[in-house]
C-alpha cells in the first residue's frame, strides 16, 4: 500500500485514479462548502414521505454543486445523486458516479456534526475506484482510491488510515435504524444477538462517516441494512482501504431500474476486522 495518496500509477494501469480522486474530493469540497453556510433559517425542510426521511434546500443545493463539478470535468459519465436520481448522458462512458449531497439530514437540521457529502465514482464493471467523505462540521475529509490506501486529512494533517486494532477490549458497535417502523421492529429485536462480544453501541445518523469512522478505528465495527447506495459507496471503499473487511449489498444497478425497496432493506453493509465478519447476519 502506498504511503503517498498522489503516488503515480504503473504504466497501462487502466484509469487515472489520482484524477478521479481529485474530481472527487473537488464535488465533494463544493458539496460541502453549501452545508457550511447553514442557516437555521433558511433550512427549507420538507418530508420525503417516510417519518424522519428529511431534505433540505442544503441537499438541493449542494447536489447540484456537486453535479456541476463532475458534469463539467466529464460530461459522458454518468451520475446517481440521492436528490436528482440518476442522469445517463447520450454518450455514456460507463463510468458512472454515486453521491450523496448531505449524508445525515436530520443531524444537520438539528445542528449535530455529523453530517457530511459523500461522492464515489465507479468504472465500467462496478468496482469503485475513488470514494471522498468530507465533513464540514467536522474538519475531516476522508478519501481513498483503489489499491493507494485510506486517508485523513484535519486541520492540514494527512493521515493514513489502518482501520481498528483487532481484539481490544471494550470494542464498539455502530449502526442504524430505518425509518419503517416495522423493520425498525426487526432491527432492534435482533440487535441483542449482534451486540453479543461488543460493549457498547454507537449511533450517529450518518452511514458515510461510520464507515469512515471504521477505517479511522474510531469504531470497531458497523453494521447497518437497508442502506441505499449512496449511503456507502465511498465510506464502504475508504474502509476497505484501510484494510477492513467490508460487505456491500449486491444491488440490481439503477441503470436496470434496481434496486427495489424489498431488495434494499433485506440488504446489509458491514464493516470492521476480519475477526468481527460473522457477527453479522447473511
Not at 433550512?43 to 454543486?65: I, Q, R
Not at 437540521?109 to 464493471?125: C, E, F, K, M, Q
Request: glycine fraction near 14%; charge should be negative.
Amino acid at each position: 500500500m502506498s504511503a503517498d495518496p498522489t503516488a503515480p500509477l504503473d504504466a497501462g494501469a487502466g484509469p487515472d485514479l489520482v484524477a478521479l480522486l481529485e474530481l472527487a474530493q473537488t464535488a465533494a469540497a463544493a458539496g460541502a462548502a453549501v452545508l457550511a453556510g447553514r442557516n437555521a433559517a433558511g433550512l427549507g425542510v420538507s418530508n420525503k414521505g417516510d417519518a424522519g426521511d428529511w431534505v433540505t434546500a442544503f441537499d438541493l443545493a449542494a447536489e447540484t454543486a456537486v453535479r456541476n463539478v463532475i458534469t463539467a470535468a466529464r460530461p459522458f459519465d454518468t451520475i446517481t445523486g440521492e436528490e436528482g436520481g440518476t442522469i445517463l448522458p447520450a454518450s455514456p462512458s460507463g463510468y458512472r458516479w454515486s453521491i450523496d449531497p448531505l449524508d445525515g439530514t436530520t443531524n444537520f437540521i438539528r445542528n449535530i456534526l455529523y453530517y457530511g457529502t459523500s461522492v464515489a465514482v465507479a468504472d465500467p464493471d462496478g468496482a469503485w475506484l475513488a470514494g471522498v467523505v468530507n465533513a464540514p462540521a467536522l474538519g475531516r475529509t476522508y478519501y481513498a482510491s483503489r489499491g493507494h490506501g485510506a486517508w485523513l486529512e484535519e486541520k492540514g494533517r494527512l493521515t493514513q488510515l489502518f482501520g481498528p486494532a483487532a481484539g481490544r477490549a471494550g470494542q464498539i458497535l455502530a449502526t442504524g435504524f430505518s425509518y419503517d417502523p416495522a423493520v425498525r421492529a426487526e432491527q432492534a429485536a435482533g440487535l441483542g444477538s449482534i451486540m453479543a462480544g461488543f460493549a457498547d453501541v454507537r449511533r450517529l445518523g450518518s452511514a458515510a462517516l461510520d464507515l469512515c469512522l471504521v477505517a479511522d478505528g474510531t469504531h470497531d465495527a458497523y453494521g447497518e441494512r437497508g442502506l441505499n447506495e449512496h449511503d456507502f459507496a465511498a465510506g464502504a471503499l475508504i474502509a476497505e482501504e484501510a484494510g477492513c473487511w467490508v460487505r456491500r449489498p449486491r444491488f440490481t444497478s439503477v441503470l436496470d431500474g434496481g434496486p427495489s425497496d424489498e431488495e434494499r432493506l433485506a440488504a446489509w453493509t458491514c464493516a470492521g476486522t476480519l475477526e468481527l465478519a460473522g457477527k453479522f447476519p447473511l
